[in-house]
């Protein structure tokens, strides 16, 4: 049974940073790409950073570019967000999602995280 658990949100102020972390098991992590999104109230699902099965290549959203760094340990199966000059607008639900390299049908969802960025 695949699991992908995240952890490390919470409440932030403006300007401060998080580190979100997801754990996946039941699969061959390092054969998946793995993804953060989030959500937040009336918005559609939003792609926020994403990493290649190796590693090699990552993207991420405009709004997100040089304040967030996606990467990955394939030693310990999880995939990390650090988030940076957090803002206002970053306040969402994180997800973690894992998804084939080959086999594109294979894709896994965690359950979420909340980041709430505040004064």
């Known amino acids: 049974q695949v699991q992908l658990v995240e952890s490390g949100g919470g409440l932030v102020q403006p300007g401060g940073s998080l580190r979100l972390s997801c754990a996946a098991s039941?699969?061959?992590?390092?054969?998946?790409?793995m993804s953060w999104y989030r959500q937040s109230p009336g918005k559609e699902r939003e792609l926020v950073a994403a990493?290649?099965?190796?590693?090699?290549?990552?993207k991420y959203a405009d709004s997100v570019k040089g304040r967030f760094t996606i990467s990955r340990d394939n030693a310990k199966n999880t995939v990390y967000l650090q988030m940076n000059s957090l803002k206002s607008e970053d306040t969402a639900v994180y997800l973690c999602?894992?998804?084939?390299?080959?086999?594109?049908?294979?894709?896994?969802w965690g359950q979420g995280t909340q980041v709430t960025v505040s004064s």
């Open positions: 999602n894992a998804r084939h390299s080959v086999l594109r049908s294979l894709d896994y």
């Open positions: 039941g699969l061959i992590f390092s054969r998946y790409d």
């Open positions: 990493v290649t099965s190796a590693g090699g290549d990552t």
